[in-house]
Every structure is written in C-alpha cells, then in structure tokens.
C-alpha cells in the first residue's frame, strides 16, 4: 500500500496526534531556549534584528510543519523523529507497518 494512502485506525490517529503534540512540545521547548540564549547575548540593534529574523523563520517552519491530516501524518512523523523530536516510544501503539514505512521514510527524508 503507497504511504499515503496509509488507513489509521481511530486509536493510531489518537497515538499520531499525542506524538505530534508531544515533538511540538519538545521541539518550542528548544526555540524558547535558544531565544533565551540570544537575548542574553544583544549588545548591539543588529544583534535585535537577527534575533527578529531567527523567530521568523522558526514561526514560519514549525507553523508547516506540524500536519495532522491522515494522509500526511507518517510522512510528519518520520520527519520529526529524523530531527530527533521523537522517538520509537513516542510511536508506541502504531501498527509494524506503519513503523517499517516510517523508518523507510527517514531513510529518504
């Protein structure tokens, strides 16, 4: 079956969802810490302004990022495990088929 005609069980969904909140969780945990980070480190307008541009485009990433619709979510899920937001514990409840396409996917992701 091609991945994204992938069928998910209502239970599945449920697991892909709290995973995706769970890696969206982790993942802004990290942006609020590294924008900690940097504002400490402002001495100068364009430090400020490099700052502004570093929380553009981590909005504008994480905003597309984050796809629950069902014919998109392995494809997510083996995105945000590639970038090390999840793990296989994370995927705990998924069907071994949907694991082995994921874990093909990150291969070429």
Known sequence: MPVSKTQ????????AKT???????????SVVQSV???ASEISHIDDLWQLNDYLSARRFDL??????????VLFVLA???KEGWLTAADLDGLDSEKLTKMKALIHIL
């Open 79 to 81: 995105k945000l495990m």
């Open 36 to 38: 900690r980070k940097k």
């Open 63 to 72: 905003d597309g990022k984050y796809d629950d619709r069902e014919e998109e």
């Open 19 to 29: 995973a995706l909140r769970t890696a969206y969780e982790r993942e802004t945990a």
């Open 8 to 15: 998910w069980l209502s239970q599945e969904m449920a697991v």
